[in-house]
């Protein structure tokens, strides 16, 4: 019983340790304790602690991440794309990217201008690769084609 509570504390700790250098989701600190040796069963005790704790909140997490990849220039298809890779139910993915008050058409503008600079795509061929590049970067296709189009409406 006396070597229990020094693990548990020790899976504590270094969840805490995690959780201090950014947001985590219930998953990621799942994969990384378990990488790091720690007993499954403990590290299950430990990550319900804290979720209940109000620590570990993957709302808090998805909220931030949708947040830092807005800022980034990714899209929405990118994004929900990565918050699932990460754990994040869709439900709460969704939820988080409904409340990250964007106008998705923008965004893909305005990263189609920092990338491109302000003038417009010179032909087809141009707007193609363009709206191409911003669905690689998780905008959907109307979002990429509506930027490439709003370019050449500009001049």
Sequence with gaps: MSRAAPAADAVRAAALRL??????????LQEKLARRGHDPDEVEAALTALAEEGVLDEARFAEAFVNSRIERGQGPVRIAQEM????????????????????????????????????????????????????????????????????????
């Design 84 to 155: 699932r890779q990460r754990g994040v139910p869709e439900a709460l993915a969704d939820k988080a990217l409904a409340a990250a008050e964007v106008d998705w058409r923008e965004q893909a503008r305005a990263v189609r201008r920092r990338r491109y600079g302000e003038a417009a795509p010179a032909g087809r061929r141009e707007a193609a690769r363009q709206a191409q590049f911003l669905q690689r970067r998780g905008f959907t296709a109307e979002q990429a084609r509506a930027a490439a189009a709003a370019a050449d409406e500009d001049d």
């Design 19 to 28: 959780l201090g250098r950014r947001e985590h989701t219930y998953h990621e």
